[in-house]
């Protein structure tokens, strides 16, 4: 491949994050209106709210975001009262995360707002389509290329 024929529209890495990006800005723009939050304060969220009781190292690989990045949404949310936060007594070490009353109302919401969203986008494409996608995706989000060098 020459320069000339590399074309960056056509790159799956910049294709993937193109669509990453525009899926995501209107809901986005939604929990940060209603709620003040930020992308990973939402995914904090989130997972607290499917998965119950998690530490933020958890969260960190479920979610596979940087720990520092887990540890300031952490923050915020439990400044604001949507996560609490209680030190295991075996292993002092360790922090569980739950959602507080306040946390589990914001997850209901936005799991009702998601859920509406992801129907309207996926209203774009054939259900065949949907499924290859979802299929794709969760290939691609597993790990990468092995044996790229």
Do not use: C
Not at 122 to 136: D, F, M, S, W
């Amino acid at each position: 491949m020459t320069q000339s024929d590399f074309e960056l529209q056509n790159f799956l890495p910049y294709l993937l994050n193109q669509a990453a990006e525009v899926s995501s800005l209107t809901f986005q723009q939604f929990y940060k209106d209603r709620y003040g939050m930020l992308r990973t304060e939402w995914r904090v969220l989130f997972h607290l709210g499917l998965y119950g009781q998690l530490t933020a190292s958890e969260i960190g690989q479920r979610a596979k975001t940087h720990k520092t990045k887990i540890s300031r949404a952490v923050q915020r949310l439990t400044e604001r009262r949507f996560v609490q936060r209680a030190m295991n007594s075996a292993d002092r070490r360790v922090t569980y995360l739950t959602l507080t009353a306040q946390g589990q109302a914001a997850y209901d919401d936005l799991r009702r707002v998601a859920e509406r969203y992801e129907q309207s986008l996926l209203k774009q494409l054939e259900p065949e389509e949907v499924e290859v996608l979802r299929r794709a995706l969760s290939k691609l989000s597993d790990d990468g290329p092995r044996d790229f060098t």
